[in-house]
Nanobody, 122 residues
Framework: QVQLVESGGGLVQPGGSRRLSCAASGIIVSVYTMGWYRQAPGKQREVVASIFSGSGDSTTYADSVKGRFTISRDNAENTVYLQMDSLKPEDTAEYYC??????????????WGQGTQVTVSS
């Protein structure tokens, strides 16, 4: 079975840094599109960052986190990371790890972790 286990959340001061980890089992992260999403109270879930499979490992970021967050993948450890720098109070949210793969246009796989809370406050 597939399992995504997030860790690294907690309380951070504004301007501080935090690294989230997503340890995967049951899938090989190098062949999945991996992403980080977040959801704040009263808000809809939004994608924060994605890293795509294949050569190049291209990445995308939400405008709100560009230049501050970095998504990366360690294939040897089968783990995806989200490095968060220059954190702001508005970054406070529950952060979720996601894995996606489409074998056909009508057959897709979509897996989620349990979430980890990040609170940015002084």
């Amino acid at each position: 079975q597939v399992q995504l286990v997030e860790s690294g959340g907690g309380l951070v001061q504004p301007g501080g840094s935090r690294r989230l980890s997503c340890a995967a089992s049951g899938i090989i992260v190098s062949v999945y599109t991996m992403g980080w999403y977040r959801q704040a109270p009263g808000k809809q879930r939004e994608v924060v960052a994605s890293i795509f499979s294949g050569s190049g490992d291209s990445t995308t970021y939400a405008d709100s986190v560009k230049g501050r967050f970095t998504i990366s993948r360690d294939n040897a450890e089968n783990t995806v990371y989200l490095q968060m720098d220059s954190l702001k109070p508005e970054d406070t949210a529950e952060y979720y790890c996601n894995a996606k793969r489409a074998t056909t246009p009508w057959n897709t796989y979509d897996f989620w972790g349990q979430g980890t809370q990040v609170t940015v406050s002084s």
